[in-house]
């Protein structure tokens, strides 16, 4: 069966310092894979994505990515965290074949303390 | 350009009643999807369509079902509701086909409460 997995429910993670929110990937061919952010009681908010092309993706709000092929991970990133930044992640596959849905990850909440 | 828009944001059904949700893509996006968001099962599929035509379909019930116009527009009905399909359901929409076009967006949903 296709599946992303969050491994982490929670991050937590201090104003300033870095941060990495996890995601590896079990869905065949070559995927397009996703971020988006949730804020409370909102919809899902895109961040970036990586189609093809250069391992790190950078994206909104400071955020980049990590695709590893080998490793089947796409690691989200933010060099210094803001207490702004706390919210639920989410990963997500596409295949562009005959299944046209992403497949998400369970969710990661993150919480920047000040 | 305005995002996706889904309607109504809030609304509260009795068990046994319908419900119609609406969803309007960003301008020039063919492919819509919906998605149901609840703590339990976390976001899952429902369907997709393009141009009118589904593609698509998730594991759900009969009672759930969808349609596109032709202006891209997509409503979703869930039938004979029951106390389970409270759910925050999500429109999202692609500009598939177009450069540029495989960024997937979401609207900020549709919270159903079934009492």
């Known amino acids: 069966a296709q599946s992303v997995a969050q491994p982490e429910d929670q991050v937590n993670v201090a104003e300033g310092n870095p941060l990495t929110v996890k995601c590896t990937y079990s869905?065949?061919?070559?995927?397009?894979l996703f971020w988006y952010v949730q804020y409370p009681n909102r919809g899902l908010q895109f961040l970036l994505k990586?189609?093809?092309?250069?391992?790190l993706v950078k994206g909104s709000y400071g955020f980049e990515a990590e695709f590893n092929k080998s490793q089947t991970s796409f690691h989200l990133k933010k060099p210094s965290a803001l207490v702004s930044d706390s919210a639920l992640y989410f990963c997500a596959a596409f295949r562009m074949d005959s299944s046209y849905k992403l497949i998400f990850g369970s969710g990661t909440r993150l919480l920047v303390r000040p | 350009k305005a995002g996706v828009t889904q309607t109504p944001r809030y609304l509260i059904k009795t068990r046994g009643q319908q419900v119609t949700l609406s969803c309007s893509p960003i301008s020039g996006h063919r492919s819509v999807s919906w998605y149901q968001q609840t703590p339990g099962q976390g976001l899952q599929f429902l369907f997709e369509?393009?141009?009118?035509?589904?593609?698509n379909k998730g594991n759900f019930p009969g009672r759930f079902s969808g349609r596109q116009f032709s202006n891209s527009r997509s409503e979703m009905n869930v039938s004979t509701l029951e106390l389970g399909d409270s759910a925050l359901y999500l429109c999202?929409?692609?500009?598939?086909?177009?450069?540029?076009?495989?960024?997937?967006?979401f609207g900020e949903g549709s919270w159903l409460t079934v009492v």
């Open positions: 990586y189609i093809t092309g250069d391992n």
């Open positions: 369509y393009f141009s009118e035509t589904q593609r």
């Open positions: 869905v065949s061919g070559n995927p397009y």
């Open positions: 999202a929409s692609s500009g598939e086909g177009t450069v540029g076009g495989n960024t997937i967006y």
